[in-house]
């Protein structure tokens, strides 16, 4: 089945713990990114991919980090989680743009 | 002004009627856009392009008007399982491809 699995889906933790969520997809796209979604704000972007070793910034990177070693993973990674971080986060890969396949999402709390 | 602009609803109607969202955009540059519709904090999923012709997929109309810049999405004869949070996005190439998210506009369709 080609889908976009992330984990894990639920996640409570502290100010600074050094998180990562991990996001693959089985569709060999090349295009991959990952959202964040608050209540108001809708969905904003925080990393793209355009291929594997090919990352670029969105409109709030800042706290965050990926990488893109292999073409099907792209792990979001947050070094040192605050509160303001607390968020709805979709990975979403996609073969041409046009069409953005989500994962289920990962529900973030940072207490 | 964001970029992207829906009016977050909710909009109320009852089974069978007729329901219309616009959404505009800020940037005339903008090449390419979608409606995308999300159940209840669940991924987003694309439910239909906008071209400039207009295109039709069964109840659901999508128009883009280009001179006053913005999108539109028709529903007619609703149904209880279209209630969900549409989303338009507006994809600039100028800027590398990126995909621009509305907030989303609430739909509850009520028996």
């Known amino acids: 089945e080609a889908q976009v699995t992330q984990n894990p889906r639920y996640l409570i933790t502290v100010t600074g713990k050094k998180l990562t969520v991990t996001c693959s997809q089985n569709?060999?796209?090349?295009?991959m990114s990952w959202y964040r979604q608050d209540p108001g704000l809708g969905l904003r972007q925080i990393y793209y991919?355009?291929?594997?070793?090919?990352?670029d910034k969105g409109d709030v990177p800042e706290g965050y980090k990926v990488s893109r070693k292999e073409k099907r993973n792209f792990p979001l990674i947050l070094e040192s989680p605050s509160p303001n971080q607390t968020s709805l986060y979709f990975c979403?890969?996609?073969?041409?743009?046009?069409?953005?396949?989500f994962g289920p999402g990962t529900r973030l709390t940072v207490t | 002004r964001k970029e992207v602009e829906q009016d977050p609803g909710p909009f109320n109607v009852p089974e069978g009627a007729t329901v219309a969202f616009n959404c505009t955009y800020s940037?005339?540059?903008?090449?390419?856009f979608f409606w995308y519709r999300q159940d209840c904090r669940k991924e987003p999923k694309l439910l239909m392009s906008?071209?400039?012709s207009g295109n039709e997929d069964g109840r659901f109309t999508a128009q883009l008007n280009r001179a006053s810049q913005y999108i539109s999405l028709l529903i007619r004869d609703s149904k209880l399982s279209d209630s969900a949070t549409y989303l338009c996005?507006?994809?600039?190439?100028?800027?590398?491809?990126?995909?621009?998210f509305g907030q989303g506009t609430e739909l509850s369709v009520k028996p």
């Open positions: 996005v507006v994809i600039d190439y100028n800027q590398g491809g990126k995909l621009i």
């Open positions: 906008v071209y400039s």
């Open positions: 940037n005339s540059a903008s090449q390419s």
């Open positions: 991919s355009m291929n594997v070793e090919v990352t």
């Open positions: 979403a890969s996609s073969p041409n743009l046009y069409e953005q396949y």
């Open positions: 569709m060999n796209h090349e295009y």
